[in-house]
């Protein structure tokens, strides 16, 4: 297992930002494909919110796109989600993911979640 840890949710006004964190406690450098994904309350299927794969550009949710933005440093092995102009909607559990491999030998990784609340 390659235990992802998420941190740097809270509670927050609307219109305010956080940053929250996913540590990749090996080699981030194994993971091809990480991601941000978030399940809102009440909610069993989970929302892509950001992907970063390969060289690509980052991919976004159509509902946080211009206010949300996907990073990882390799040398921290770390990846971040700056999350700007937050609004009640964007309440949820965010999970960080990570994936190495392809095809047969793909395997995914998740964390435990950051519990992210925004009031109005």
């Known amino acids: 297992q390659v235990p992802l840890v998420e941190s740097g949710g809270g509670s927050v006004q609307a219109g305010g930002s956080l940053r929250l964190s996913c540590v990749v406690s090996?080699?981030?450098?194994?993971?091809?494909?990480m991601a941000w994904y978030r399940q809102a309350p009440g909610k069993q299927q989970r929302e892509l919110v950001a992907l970063l794969t390969g060289g690509s550009s980052p991919i976004y949710g159509d509902s946080v796109k211009g206010r949300f933005t996907i990073v990882r440093d390799d040398t921290k092995n770390t990846m971040y989600l700056q999350m700007n102009n937050l609004e009640p909607e964007d309440t949820a559990v965010y999970l960080c993911?990570?994936?190495?491999?392809?095809?047969?030998?793909?395997?995914?990784?998740w964390g435990q979640g950051t519990q992210v609340t925004v009031w109005s």
């Open positions: 993911s990570g994936q190495t491999g392809v095809g047969y030998n793909a395997q995914d990784y």
């Open positions: 090996e080699s981030i450098g194994r993971m091809h494909t």
